[in-house]
């Protein structure tokens, strides 16, 4: 049982356009969302993350939407820089019991095009 | 280099002997979590520890595994007696006293072959 699910394992952009990564949940007690980044060969780097009392976190070129209702959430990078290109996940977390426990998306491999 | 480190960064086993997985959580971080990602697949969660205690190990196989964070010393992801699906990255995650807001932070795994 998925409980955290990105749907589309790939996707290509070109650089300086926008980059939106998307991530649905199944679980009603997540309330703590994340997106790490993912380069080949090394661990995955926290990126930003998003409490449920929010429904949007900015980071510089970086921003995450949260829709409670439809139990989904994404992730916009503008611009778009070949440096971008990695895998992202998505993971979440529940703030009563195992506060503790991540659990991960598959992932989504961005690749951006010079 | 403040970092989580693990070691060994690849580790080769024949079927049947032990393999043991190192990690030293980042400067400051009491806290450590061992993850496994198979291929094609997100991570999952194995087992939580903190010094000398080991808080969630739901995440873990029964038999043949065993984490440990001593009171000195990195922590240990021991794996008995491995088999071929044995063979995946280990990731082992540290962070302060876990509380909403606080990211866990991840080295750059152990990825472990069973030949």
């Known amino acids: 049982d998925q409980q955290v699910k990105q749907n589309s394992p790939s996707l290509s952009v070109q650089e300086g356009?926008?980059?939106?990564?998307?991530?649905?949940?199944?679980?009603?007690?997540?309330?703590?969302?994340?997106?790490?980044?993912?380069?080949?060969?090394?661990?995955?780097?926290?990126?930003?993350?998003?409490?449920?009392?929010?429904?949007?976190?900015?980071?510089?070129?970086?921003?995450?939407?949260?829709?409670?209702?439809?139990?989904?959430?994404s992730l916009h990078i503008v611009p778009s820089q070949p440096g971008d290109s990695a895998v992202y996940f998505c993971a979440a977390s529940a703030s009563t019991g195992s506060n503790y426990k991540l659990t991960f998306g598959k992932g989504t491999l961005l690749t951006v095009n010079p | 280099n403040a970092g989580v480190m693990q070691n060994p960064r690849h580790l080769v086993r024949r079927r049947g002997q032990e393999?043991?997985?190192?990690?030293?959580?980042?400067?400051?971080?009491?806290?450590?979590y061992w993850y496994r990602?198979?291929?094609e697949e997100g991570l999952k969660f194995m087992v939580y520890l903190q010094k000398e205690n080991i808080i969630d190990e739901?995440?873990?196989?029964?038999?043949?595994?065993?984490?440990?964070?001593?009171?000195e010393g990195p922590s240990i992801l021991r794996i008995q007696?491995?088999?071929?699906?044995?063979s995946a990255a280990y990731f082992?995650?540290?962070?302060?006293?876990?509380?909403?807001?606080?990211?866990?932070h991840f080295g750059d795994?152990?990825?472990l072959s069973i030949l």
């Open chain 1, 17 to 73: 356009r926008i980059s939106i990564l998307n991530c649905d949940y199944t679980n009603s007690m997540f309330d703590y969302f994340l997106w790490y980044k993912k380069y080949p060969a090394e661990g995955p780097t926290f990126l930003i993350s998003i409490s449920s009392i929010k429904d949007k976190n900015e980071d510089g070129r970086f921003t995450v939407f949260l829709n409670k209702s439809a139990k989904h959430l």
């Open chain 2, 19 to 32: 393999a043991r997985l190192r990690c030293s959580p980042m400067k400051g971080h009491s806290h450590v």
């Open chain 2, 37 to 39: 990602q198979l291929p």
């Open chain 2, 58 to 71: 739901s995440g873990m196989p029964k038999e043949r595994f065993s984490a440990e964070f001593p009171k």
């Open chain 2, 81 to 86: 007696q491995v088999v071929r699906g044995d």
């Open chain 2, 92 to 104: 082992c995650a540290s962070s302060p006293p876990p509380a909403l807001g606080q990211p866990q």
């Open chain 2, 109 to 111: 795994g152990t990825r």
